[in-house]
Nanobody
């Protein structure tokens, strides 16, 4: 019954940067979880962006996110972050974080995840 809250979205120009945060509700520790970032644009399916297995720091990035996005965690703050650099209009979407339900590291299928947050809007335009 962990609850996640996303924040950090906003509007930036192409080439700009944003850092998104995914904070766990009080009393729940992310250390033993796999956390995924997903995004969904209007009229499009929700798609995986990046995932992290918090216990050992293993990460996964979709091809479009490699070299531009960085996923990380801060144990003291019990928060997972997504640093996004060189943002482009195609990155415009609502970004969600969620927990992986099955305990294996495979960052792809939205049906493997739950405890979705409310989402935070990212808009990239001139």
């Amino acid at each position: 019954q962990v609850q996640l809250v996303e924040s950090g979205g906003g509007r930036v120009q192409p080439g700009g940067s944003l850092t998104l945060s995914c904070a766990a509700s009080e009393g729940f520790n992310l250390k033993w979880l796999i956390i995924g970032w997903f995004r969904q644009a209007p009229g499009k399916e929700r798609e995986a962006v990046s995932c992290i297995r918090v216990s050992d720091g293993r990460t996964y990035y979709r091809q479009f996110a490699k070299d531009r996005f960085t996923i990380s965690n801060n144990d003291a703050k019990n928060t997972v972050y997504l640093q996004m650099d060189n943002l482009q209009p195609a990155d415009t979407a609502t970004y969600f974080c969620a927990t992986e339900n099955f305990g294996y590291f495979y960052c792809q299928d939205v049906n493997d995840f739950g405890s979705w947050g409310q989402g935070t809007q990212v808009t990239v335009s001139s």
